[in-house]
């Protein structure tokens, strides 16, 4: 990450940045080139298919034994407007994550994507987050406790994410 944000900087402001400023540096530069990617794509396409990005980080990849199941919750979590589209946002996650493995690795990076896509709004419905959050625990519960876990260590002042603190 600080290679990243050094390269786009230069090192002068290496001293000055706090966490917060170095993971935003960094998000910005991979939506930059995603948007490269996906620019044929509408906003609401391209919305889809980052909460697809952070479902599938969430539960550290998605599990394709069950596919029926898989399809199932993410037509359920409106990550797609049909299978075709899901297909689709699938393969398209698994080129902005650089891999097969179609998720961001669970480190303070990953997290922190998840958390900008899946921000609790407080006075506001959050029936899709909750179902969002549900759906990953019922397909992969180890890992998604396991993103959650580290989530709430690494960034233990967001009490407004995932309603009211992180876990």
Excluded at 8 to 27: K, M
Excluded at 29 to 50: C, N, P, T, V
Excluded at 65 to 92: H, M, P, Q, T, Y
Aim: charged letters at 25%; proline letters at 3%.
């Amino acid at each position: 990450m600080v290679a990243v944000a050094i390269a786009n900087n230069g090192i002068n402001r290496l001293r000055n940045w706090n966490q917060e400023e170095l993971l935003n540096e960094v998000l910005q530069h991979e939506m930059s080139a995603w948007e490269r990617l996906l620019q044929g794509f509408d906003q609401d396409r391209k919305s889809r298919i980052y909460k697809l990005l952070a479902f599938a980080t969430v539960t550290s990849g998605l599990n394709y034994e069950d596919d029926e199941r898989l399809f199932k919750a993410l037509r359920k979590c409106e990550l797609g407007s049909d299978d075709s589209e899901i297909e689709s946002n699938i393969a398209l996650v698994n080129q902005l994550s650089g891999g097969n493995s179609g998720y961001l690795q669970p480190d303070i990076f990953g997290e922190y994507f998840v958390l900008q896509q899946w921000q609790y709004k407080p006075n506001e419905p959050n029936r899709l987050l909750k179902k969002r959050l549900l759906a990953a625990q019922k397909l992969d519960t180890p890992n998604t406790y396991a993103f959650l876990t580290r989530t709430a260590v690494d960034y233990p002042k967001d009490v407004h994410l995932f309603g009211g603190g992180v876990c």
